[in-house]
């Protein structure tokens, strides 16, 4: 079922502090969570652990008919999909 998460796909938090912001998906662990980053708060240093469960995947992803190369990844090259892939750059809006 889960089987369709990829790394570097685009995927949207449902539930969680996070919730209705962008990631990438950086490395499917086993068939619950994924690592998940942003380029700003969730850096490839840091990603953030993510059941997979509680995100929204969508058919987007980096480097469509390329191999996902994590090697190559820069924190620029996230923040710069995001920002064109993501409909509101992958920020969530903020609440006054």
């Given at each position: 079922m889960?089987a ?6 685009l ?8 919730k209705?912001k ?15 980053v ?16 509680h995100l929204?995947?969508?058919d ?10 994590v090697?190559?990844?820069t ?7 995001l920002?064109?892939?993501?409909p ?8 006054v």
């Amino acid at each position: 079922m889960m089987a369709d998460l990829k790394p570097g796909q685009l995927v949207r938090s449902l539930a969680g502090r996070d919730k209705d912001k962008h990631y990438i998906v950086l490395q499917v662990l086993d068939d619950k969570y994924v690592f998940l980053v942003d380029g700003r708060s969730r850096t490839l240093a840091r990603p953030k652990r993510k059941n997979i469960a509680h995100l929204q995947r969508y058919d987007r992803g980096m480097n469509p008919g390329e191999p996902f190369e994590v090697e190559k990844l820069t924190e620029s090259d996230v923040i710069s999909f995001l920002k064109s892939a993501a409909p509101d750059g992958g920020v969530p809006e903020q609440e006054v």
